[in-house]
């Protein structure tokens, strides 16, 4: 049998004093756990035999009880002896814990280093097996500890690591763990823009962000995110970062054209499991009453592919739809001079969910053309949209307004 080391550690852990256990003082270690939950007792003397034979996966499993303290007396300087034990051994999920519990050590006692130091070397050998949950805390750790000691090179180090994972900058449907490090590559880009003022950082929070929110797995719990979003495209931050297509332009319906005046365009959607889009109206006095006179921004291949994208995009949320809640929802934005969608708000819904829903849909589409003056000075362009959600015709007459 191994001897197992014994750590003087605790909750302070400041001690490095250690102690080597043959098996028979190993048991007798063992035999001080003190049980708090009868219930538990078959699966804790499981646990301890598995000890003595040696077995990572119950090092692991009672290491955690007696760092919790579930179902056993709390005994720190056991969980740490039982976790070093198996994670010295390879084993990822006693790795990821002992990463995960000096983690909280350094949260409760910030100014120990030692903490911290111990916490990323543990995280650094589990996310060498492509643990994403170990990236996620990694991650997390880097950034917390970067904004403790006021330094950004932890939080650029965060994302650098984050930004490592394979498929990272992918939308995931399969995966909540790389969702769930998208999202936190968004939170400590807005970190770090609000420590630095980089708008490079800012941008690069519009990019997770947006990724988050085109995956199924988030929908409907990710209204925190939609207004993180919602928030980084209020900044006054130019938000570009689509790539430009060179034949957009050039295909674009002309400003001022049948699409922009007349009768104010198509109707919306209705019905479906998505909601509708409402069409342009003719210009500031409402429909039939001509096109704009002013320069207009044009959605790249025209309003049919606009529609097209908020029909794909737009989801009926569950909730709603089970409960057969309409509603059509009026939200405003403005185009910026490098076509990206700026300054989101919902100016009109009676229902919570599905004016987030409009408003996450609305973030999602790609950079319009801006609208340019007659000297080709690019210019700001404010509009709304309606987003129908439950109608059985058509979607409402939509909303463009200048």
């Given amino acids: 049998m191994k001897k197992i080391t014994v750590l003087m550690l605790g909750l302070i852990l400041v001690g490095n004093a250690s102690a080597a256990l043959d098996t028979d003082s190993l048991k ?70 002992l990463g995960n519990y000096y983690f909280i050590f350094w949260i409760r006692k910030p100014d120990n280093t030692a903490y911290y130091s111990t916490a990323t070397k543990w995280l650094r050998k589990a996310i060498k097996t492509g643990d994403l949950r170990s990236y996620n805390l990694l991650g997390r750790l880097y950034s917390e500890y970067g904004k403790h000691q006021g330094d950004p090179a932890f939080l650029t180090q965060a994302r650098m690591q984050l930004g490592a994972i394979p498929k990272i900058e992918e939308v995931s449907d399969k995966s909540d763990d790389i969702v ?85 365009g198509m109707g919306g959607f209705g019905g479906g499991p998505m909601g509708g889009f409402g069409g342009p109206m003719g210009g500031p006095g409402g429909p039939g009453q001509g096109g704009p006179t002013g320069p207009v921004a044009n959605y790249p291949g025209g309003m049919m592919q606009m529609m097209n994208f908020i029909r794909s995009n737009t989801f009926y949320p569950k909730d709603c739809e089970d409960n057969r809640i309409k509603d059509n929802v009026t939200v405003q934005f403005t185009i910026g001079t490098d076509g990206a969608v700026i300054n989101p708000k919902v100016i009109k819904n009676t229902n919570y ?22 000297d080709g000075t690019a210019v700001e362009y404010t509009t709304t949209t309606n987003v129908s959600f439950g109608s059985g015709g058509m979607g409402g007459m939509g909303g463009m307004m200048f």
């Fill in 28 to 97: 007798t270690e063992l035999d001080k756990i003190e049980l708090t939950n009868a219930d538990a007792k078959s699966a804790i003397e499981k646990y301890k035999k598995g000890v003595l034979k040696n077995d990572l996966k119950s090092m692991n499993l009672l290491g955690v009880e007696c760092m919790t303290g579930t179902n056993v007396k709390a005994d720190f300087n056991m969980g740490i002896t039982l976790l070093e034990e198996a994670a010295n051994e390879g084993y990822l999920d006693a790795q990821y814990n």
């Fill in 180 to 264: 769930s490090c998208q999202a936190l590559a968004g939170n400590i880009c807005l970190a770090q823009w609000r420590m630095t003022g980089d708008t490079a950082t800012i941008r690069e929070a519009k990019k997770w962000y947006r990724l988050v929110l085109k995956s199924k797995l988030e929908y409907p719990t990710y209204s925190s995110y939609i207004d993180s979003l919602a928030f980084v495209l209020s900044q006054g931050v130019p938000m570009s970062i689509d790539p430009k297509d060179e034949n957009a332009e050039a295909n674009a319906v002309p400003q001022g054209g049948p699409m922009m005046g007349g009768f104010g």
């Fill in 353 to 374: 969910l599905l004016g987030q829903e409009a408003m996450r849909t609305v973030m999602l589409m790609p950079d319009w053309i801006p609208a340019k003056k007659e």
